[in-house]
Nanobody
């Protein structure tokens, strides 16, 4: 199992560009895939972005072109660079790691004010 700690959330203005970080407890180069989901109250968790060990990325339709996922193997950290934020991006953002099993972070709240 992998322990994950997210950071970088908070209150941001619409149009802002915060960056979320997800620090892993083990070397991430060996993790098959890592990424982000988000969730708002009363809704299912929504896929945001993923990155494989080879660096291949994938994005949810609602964030494509606005969010960028990347990783720093040396820092064992995955990042989610968010831009052109909209109020509908408000959610708790969860980092995950697909290794032997699926691990989740505790989540970080992002609130976008209009």
């Amino acid at each position: 199992q992998v322990q994950l700690v997210e950071s970088g959330g908070g209150l941001v203005q619409a149009g802002g560009s915060p960056r979320l970080s997800c620090a892993a407890s083990r070397r991430i180069f060996s993790i098959n895939a890592m990424g982000w989901y988000r969730q708002t109250p009363g809704k299912q968790r929504e896929f945001v972005a993923s990155i494989t060990s080879a660096g291949r990325t994938n994005y949810g339709e609602s964030v494509k072109g606005r969010f960028t996922i990347s990783k720093d193997n040396a820092a064992n950290t995955v990042y989610l660079q968010m831009s052109s934020l909209k109020p509908e991006d408000t959610a708790v953002y969860y980092c995950y790691a697909a290794f032997v099993s699926l691990s989740w972070g505790q989540g970080t709240q992002v609130t976008v004010s209009s």
